[in-house]
Nanobody
Framework: QVQLVESGGGLVQAGDSLRLSCAAFGRTFSGYAMGWFRQVPGKRRELVAGITGGGTTNYADSVKGRFTISRDNAKNTVYLQMNSLKPEDAAVYYC??????????????????WGQGTQVTVSS
């Protein structure tokens, strides 16, 4: 079993930066595909950024050039660096892991483990 614990959310102004962290406990996650999803009320979770077990990254078009996902396998931690934040980036951000594959997908149903979520609020 893997437990994911997110941290780093908060209230910022438009144009500011935040770094989210997701620490994994219970199993070495170096081979897992990891994703950062976000969700606003009334909508499905959307994949914001993913990183494969081999370190290949992918991003939603809306965050390309502003967000960076990375992982530190020695620390069992994945990060999401968010720069130039916009009000439309406000959401609950979730970390997710695929225990069954090294490859990311945009489908939340494909992820086996989830964190509890961290709120990001961006004021204009």
């Amino acid at each position: 079993q893997v437990q994911l614990v997110e941290s780093g959310g908060g209230l910022v102004q438009a144009g500011d930066s935040l770094r989210l962290s997701c620490a994994a406990f219970g199993r070495t996650f170096s081979g897992y595909a990891m994703g950062w999803f976000r969700q606003v009320p009334g909508k499905r979770r959307e994949l914001v950024a993913g990183i494969t077990g081999g370190g290949t990254t992918n991003y939603a078009d809306s965050v390309k050039g502003r967000f960076t996902i990375s992982r530190d396998n020695a620390k069992n931690t994945v990060y999401l660096q968010m720069n130039s934040l916009k009000p439309e980036d406000a959401a609950v951000y979730y970390c997710a892991a695929r225990g069954s594959s090294r490859w990311t997908t945009p489908r939340q149903e494909d992820y086996d483990y989830w964190g509890q979520g961290t709120q990001v609020t961006v004021s204009s």
